[in-house]
């Protein structure tokens, strides 16, 4: 059995609070296919930079395979596409790289294409089939970003077939489809279960509910050895008092003194060992809390509007200069609906969100929307570049419960004050969403909202859509968030 060995690996960023990882012990074999998961900040890209050797960090990390990253860089997208790979796989074979193409539901021709024609989603299966065709142990960051949802079915199963490579991703169907360990990235420390991401999410789900009940059982122990070692100690120094003639009547008998003082200190033995139990219990208490994460809940605040009918296409053509993308469309969302705008990339569901939100002025036909309906936007990309203060008063939100939103989604308070345009792209799509669940609106338009959040962020804000009773129109490429939230779906 190949391997690779973690053994003692620290590692923290230079002016970081605190470090990344602290002396991980791992040992993984080189056939798995394995889920690499955790929050936003866990540290799930850095250990693939640490195991390629990208970063250096303290420890050891041994392995009988060499790695490869994914996405790698392609210096000059003015070449074709077969002169990338050559450059990136010079050791491959076309007949490799064309089978791995083949594989991911692509036809070879697009290699001799200029890669910067490629679309997004073509050119992450490109750079998928040239990393397997180079050989090695794959280290996969993101690999469904610019797909669609039959693009990330396609390459699950692609992956699927395959042996050997650790894959990040927060799409918890595409990592059903295709892994069989997961490695999470808990604030407790690094979990490795055998089985897909669904095995884990009952697991996680047992041990928060046994680690719940533990800590209730705890508590209630502690409260009750807190009142024993109360009364224990005032036994123990009443008889004290009564050993040096706390008691009246004890000044004019014949008293043992002997008795009184055995009897005392063994009060206060037990009091003392009472003590020792009701720490041992806030221990383990403080112990299990580590573990506990505190997820507030997110809420939106939706106002009904005054007809059930909010918005309506009527006869819509949309053309680009190339193609066209829709002719004669009708469409239509009543209050309390929330529709799922599905379809491949390029078929127009981003155009369809934004003639919806009046952003797109060049089209034909009828869109019937009052002028009084409140819409709340959030665009596939974020490109504010002032601080998050200055974002809350250009849409009148206020200040202090946006930040405490944010606070929220895991911002930290030194965040509050940097240029939004240096935020990750989590943190960006995170600001954004935060400004649309306070905003108090009739209509909420969100293009592709998962876009970069973690696992647990995502859960939380479907929980925020179902509680609220929102009426929402919503592209999306994470299946399960579709099938849970979406009351209805147009496929274009």
Known sequence: MSAIIIKDLSFSYAGGLSSVFENLNLNL?????????????????????LLCGDIKGRGQISATVGFNRFPFEISNPEQTAYEAACLAAPEAELWEIEREINLLGMDAEILYRPYKTLSGGEKTKFLLAVTFARGGFALLDEPTDHLDILGREKVAKYLSAKKGFIVVSHDKAFLN????HVLALESTGAKLIHGNFETYGEEAA???????????????????LKKSAERTSNWADAAERQKFGGNEKAKYAAVDRGFLGAKAAKMQKRAASVQDRR????????????????????????????????????????????????????FKIDEGERVAITGANGTGKTTLLKLIAGVLENFVGLRDISPRLKISYVPQEFTFFGTLSEYAEIYGIEEGYYKAILSKFGFDSKDFTRPVNLFSEGQKKKAALARSLIEKANLYIWDEPLNYLDISSRERLKDAVLSSGISLVFVEHDISFVNSVATRKINL
């Open 177 to 180: 489809g295709c892994c069989d």
């Open 206 to 224: 047992k041990q928060r509910q046994a680690d719940a009940v533990r800590k209730q059982s705890l508590e209630a122990e502690s409260k009750r």
């Open 29 to 49: 074999d080189t056939d798995w296919r394995l889920a690499l998961t955790g929050d936003n900040g866990a540290g799930k890209t850095t250990l693939l930079k």
């Open 279 to 330: 720490d041992k219990a806030e221990t383990e208490i403080r112990e299990l809390l580590k573990g506990f994460k505190e997820e507030e809940e997110l809420k939106l605040t939706p106002e009904k509007f005054f007809k059930s009918r909010l918005a309506e296409l009527k006869g819509v053509t949309v053309k680009t200069q190339t193609k066209t993308l829709f002719e004669n469309l009708n």
